[in-house]
Each structure stands twice: as structure tokens, then as C-alpha cells.
């Protein structure tokens, strides 16, 4: 990876411009937006991009993809990678997390937390069962990291038809994150204070149906402190009071101890690719040793770290101006195309021998 060189190697300025304009000169894709009613009476919705070219093995291969915190397919990072996946032959299927569509209306008390992997199993079931001839890689970036890897973990079922899973930028244990997220070197303090005011208003544009009268939501969410909330300077404070009663947790602790991915990544056996920046100011250096040591212990696993990207930015340019296409766009395009290639080397392979077993 080589970054713009006078502003490239700064994560701070990385993760600043992905912040503010996601990516430069962002195509628009064309897709279908899809509703699924949830069985708490939640309406999840999924974004449908079909290839626009046929793939490099000439398989159908899908790719399911899970935004970060409170994104969803409309965001430019988004439609910049859909649009280079769809281009190499991928069809694309982005999660709209719970609440995050200014446009889409809650229909229960409930938004996306840092771990439900509800809709987005949702959505993965609906591709298998729309399109039983696919194949699956699946995709998740920050917070959306952490979902897609508790997903596979979740059930050996939940890995049938993935050729491979790529999670970029995610930090693995909320428990171990919490403490350093509010430290002040690498102006994380800063960051989050930053998210905690994008989350609170999007809280606060769902009040009425989050904190209104009505009979279906938890007692605890009935509890919940609004003033907590409008003072909150930090996401731990809103997991605190809002996000951790969604699903009955009785403190902050159970909910970031369950709702992580840590506990489910050894039980992942497709190849798995665990993309960080050296320099993101958002993932503090000692959560990297868990992707390292399971890197070290699992022939499936890949950790790479390069030194620069800042968070979810990784822009690529000569010197100063970045291009539309990034570096970890590439990436995970590049290496779902080695999986896909050599998994049908290796089927091909196992037809070879089965012929020969036959002939003798």
C-alpha cells in the first residue's frame, strides 16, 4: 500500500476524509432496495446490486456486505466499493442498518446495536434462498466487521455456501476497546465524542417510536433516561443507557461481552482475511493482538497490517490528490478473486481424481 505522499501517511487525516466525504468522485449504482419484516415486527432492508460483468471463474458469487456504525448503502464508501465489485463480476447485497435510512421509518422499538446479527442473517437468507446457485462472500467494515464475523460464528450453518469473509477496520472485543476509546492520545476521546453526537441524533430522530407510548417495547427501554441521553458525550454512555435494553442486557459489560465478536472468531473455518491500519486513531495497538495471535494459530486466517489507512480510509494518489479507488477497495476485491479461483482449482481437481478413481 502506498499513500498520497504528502498527507497519506497521517491516519488522522486518512480517517478525517473518509469521515467527511467518504471518497472522491463516488459512482452511483443502480439497485433494489428490499424490505424484510423481522419476527419482533422490525423492517429490515437490503440493497440489491446485480453484476455488470461476468465473473472471473464464471460462477454467481454474491457478496454481502455490512457497513460500519450507523451506515448503510448510500453512503460514498459504499457505492464507490459496490460499484468495483460489481464491475469484476460480483453481485452486491449491502445492509441498511436498523434505523440508520433517514428516509425509513422504525416499525418496532429497536434499533442496530454493535452486535445483532439479525438482519443481516436476514438478508444472507434471502440470497441463499433467492438465488440457490450462489456463492457467498461475505464483507464487513468496522462496527460491520464485528457483526459479520459473531454471524458465522454463530452456527456452522451460517458458513454453508461463504467461500471466504474479509473484516476491515473492526476492533474485536468492545470490553477491551471501551477503556482506551476513552483516552485521549491518538484524539480517540475526540472521535468519540464525534460518533456519540452522529448516534445520539439519530436516536433522537426515532424518539416517538423508540420512547413513545407503546406497550411492545422492554421495560427497561421505558426506563431509559432521555436527559442521559442529550448529555451524553460518548457511545459508551449511550450503550450505557439506550443501545444495551434493545435486547435485555443488565449492564454495559454483558452487552459488549456478547455482543463481540471475540468469543466466535475460532469457530470460523472458511478463510478469513483481517484487514487493520497500524495508524487508526479508532483501534487502539493492543486490540491487534487478537487478530495477530489467531493469524498465528489458524492456517485460515490472514491479519494484514499495513502502517498507514487511518480508519476506512486507505486513499491511494501520486502526491496529493487521492483517486476514487482505494487500496482496501482493491484488496478485498483481489482476494475474494484468489479464494474464488482457488476454490474452483480445488473442486476441479477433486472431479479429476474422482474420474480417475472411476476409470480404475
Known amino acids: 500500500y502506498i499513500p498520497p505522499l ?33 419476527p419482533d415486527g422490525a423492517t429490515a432492508t437490503f440493497d440489491l446490486f446485480e453484476p455488470q460483468s461476468e465473473h472471473c471463474i464464471g460462477e454467481d458469487v454474491t457478496m454481502v456486505i455490512c457497513p460500519g456504525i450507523a451506515n448503510h448503502s ?3 464508501y459504499i457505492r464507490t466499493f459496490v460499484d468495483y465489485a460489481q464491475k469484476n ?9 436498523l434505523g440508520a435510512l433517514p428516509n425509513i ?32 462472500v461475505v464483507v464487513g467494515f468496522s462496527l460491520g466487521g464485528n457483526i459479520v464475523c459473531k454471524y458465522l460464528g454463530e452456527n456452522q ?7 471466504c469473509c474479509v473484516s476491515v477496520c473492526q476492533g474485536y472485543s468492545a470490553l477491551r476497546a471501551q477503556e482506551t476509546f476513552m483516552q485521549w492520545d491518538q484524539c480517540r476521546r475526540f472521535y468519540n465524542f464525534l460518533m456519540a453526537d452522529n448516534m445520539k441524533k439519530i436516536i433522537l430522530s426515532h424518539r416517538q417510536v423508540l420512547f413513545g407510548d407503546n406497550m411492545k417495547k422492554p421495560q427497561s427501554l421505558s426506563d431509559a433516561d432521555l436527559s442521559k441521553l442529550y448529555t451524553a458525550t460518548s ?39 483481517l484487514v487493520n491500519a497500524a495508524d487508526d486513531p479508532l483501534v487502539h495497538e ?18 494484514v497490517l499495513p502502517l498507514h489507512g487511518g480508519h476506512l480510509g486507505f486513499f491511494e494518489g501520486s502526491v496529493l490528490f487521492p483517486e476514487p479507488l482505494t487500496w482496501m477497495d482493491k484488496l478485498v476485491v483481489q482476494y475474494a478473486n484468489a ?17 480417475v478413481s472411476g476409470q480404475e
Not at 478525517?16 to 443502480?30: D, E
Not at 439506550?242 to 456478547?258: Q, T
Not at 493492543?286 to 491479519?303: D, F, G, W, Y
Not at 479464494?339 to 474420474?355: L, P
Request: hydrophobic share 30%.
Open 89 to 97: 463480476g460480483y453481485r452486491c447485497a449491502v445492509l441498511n442498518h
Open 339 to 355: 479464494i474464488c479461483q482457488w476454490e474452483k482449482t480445488k473442486s476441479h481437481c477433486s472431479d479429476t481424481e474422482q474420474a
Open 6 to 38: 504528502i498527507w497519506g501517511k497521517s491516519g488522522h487525516i486518512q480517517t478525517a476524509l473518509y469521515g467527511k466525504m467518504g471518497r472522491v468522485r463516488s459512482p452511483h449504482p443502480y439497485g433494489l432496495r428490499k424490505y424484510l419484516t423481522m
Open 74 to 76: 448510500e453512503k460514498q
Open 105 to 136: 421509518e422504525l416499525t418496532s422499538p429497536r434499533m442496530f446495536t454493535y452486535g445483532c446479527t439479525w438482519e443481516f442473517g436476514a438478508m444472507v437468507n434471502y440470497i441463499k434462498k433467492t438465488y440457490p446457485q450462489t456463492q457467498l
Open 235 to 273: 457511545l459508551m454512555q449511550i450503550d450505557d443507557n439506550v443501545m444495551r435494553k434493545f435486547h435485555g442486557y443488565s449492564s454495559l459489560k454483558e452487552y459488549y461481552e456478547e455482543e463481540s465478536c471475540l468469543h466466535y472468531l475460532h469457530r470460523i473455518y472458511v478463510p478469513l482475511l
Open 157 to 163: 450453518a451460517n458458513q454453508e455456501r461463504v467461500l
Open 286 to 303: 493492543s486490540l491487534l493482538s487478537i487478530p495477530r495471535a489467531l493469524s498465528e494459530k489458524r492456517e485460515n486466517v490472514m491479519h
